[in-house]
């Protein structure tokens, strides 16, 4: 794998780690967060097939290797509605 791309933890695609949102289950707190924070990470697209399949089949918790707080996933949700409540007034021409 290149410096700097990641694996999606649901997908399994590969892709630069900054088009993924990170988890992270911190080194010291052992708390479970997002973007920030030194520790167990996984890495995710902003998809809601994958996001489902991670919620459905608890793949951050699998993969972080604890209990994922429902607060992790709802935010990630609410992060998805406004990404696509965004797109959708966006002005700029779909990619093809
Ligand atoms: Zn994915």
């Known amino acids: 794998m290149q410096p700097n791309y ?3 933890i649901s997908c399994r695609k590969i892709a630069p780690k900054q088009t993924f949102w990170r ?5 010291s707190s052992r708390q479970v967060q997002l973007d920030k924070g030194m520790g ?3 890495y995710i697209c902003p998809h809601e ?3 489902y399949n991670a919620s459905k089949k608890n793949r951050l918790g699998k993969v972080l290797r604890t209990n994922i707080p ?3 996933y709802r935010t990630l ?3 998805w509605h406004r990404l696509n409540n965004a797109e959708s007034i966006s002005t700029k021409p779909p990619n093809s």
């Open 6 to 8: 990641r694996r999606c």
């Open 70 to 72: 429902d607060n992790i």
């Open 23 to 27: 988890i992270v289950r911190v080194h």
């Open 40 to 42: 167990r990470s996984a």
């Open 77 to 79: 949700w609410n992060r």
């Open 49 to 51: 097939s994958c996001l």
